[in-house]
């Protein structure tokens, strides 16, 4: 695409075609179209307000349903599993991931500079104009809509047969060190080449008091931490079975 074609008036889609892919017929479309509407593009014309209120709403909104329905179909689950499974649900990733599967980047308004920057393909983008979507489909329908469809896309997530997600080996062994002594696990550099690129640059060791539980070597500080904590479970695991 040309720049001059950038700098025209795009022919935007009807909204009106979103509402068999979100499952509600709007009786106020004016909401979804404001849903619709990014700041970039409500600062360069009067068409009306951004859809930031909206992405407000929505992303109280997104969080409680999600949440409601972990609680529900989980009882066996733990507050940290829970936990974990909404926030998976919930980050950008996963709302910009929804966004593309609906089809909703068509349908963006923005404006000149977010439109020659690909702003469509921002997951930042995306996943505001998901929440603020929910905000519209709220405030037009109540909760019941919302629910509808946040059952329908995460399906699999949100059903009584999911598994819990599996927790990072530096949070899982954190979590093991605070219930057997009450104290944080403490990570110390032990060594560094410091040569850009090098895949063995950084050596962790993983502390329990004074006493070393594992070490790891990594291109970065968090990889070779993460090493070091899967080894300290490991031997955690060992211990436990002895």
């Known amino acids: 695409m040309s720049t001059t074609d950038l700098n025209q008036e795009p022919d935007w889609p009807a909204v009106r075609e979103l509402e068999p892919v979100l499952g509600h017929e709007f009786s106020s479309i004016s909401l979804l179209e404001t849903a619709l509407r990014h700041a970039s593009y409500a600062h360069e014309t009067d068409a009306g307000e951004s859809n930031e209120r909206l992405e407000f709403l929505g992303d109280s909104i997104l969080g409680l349903v999600v949440a409601h329905t972990l609680y529900a179909a989980h009882p066996d689950w733990s507050e940290g599993d829970l936990s974990l ?99 944080f696990p403490v990570y110390e550099c032990v060594g560094n080449s410091e040569v850009d690129g090098d895949d063995n640059r950084f050596t962790i060791q993983v502390l329990v008091g004074d006493e070393r539980w594992g070490e790891g070597t990594a291109r970065s500080k968090r990889r070779a931490q993460q090493i070091a904590a899967t080894v300290a479970l490991e031997r955690a695991d060992r211990e436990a079975t002895d």
């Open 85 to 183: 499974a909404s926030q998976h649900l919930v980050e950008q990733r996963s709302l910009a991931s929804l966004a593309l599967e609906l089809g909703i980047a068509p349908y963006l308004r923005l404006g000149r500079t977010e439109r020659q920057s690909a702003g469509k393909t921002k997951p930042s983008i995306l996943a505001d104009a998901v929440e603020a979507i929910l905000g519209a489909v709220y405030l037009d329908g109540g909760l019941a809509p919302v629910e509808r469809l946040l059952h329908r896309v995460f399906e699999s997530e949100l059903s009584r047969d999911a598994f819990p997600l599996q927790r990072d080996s530096k949070t899982r062994f954190q979590e093991w060190v605070m219930a057997e002594t009450g104290a």
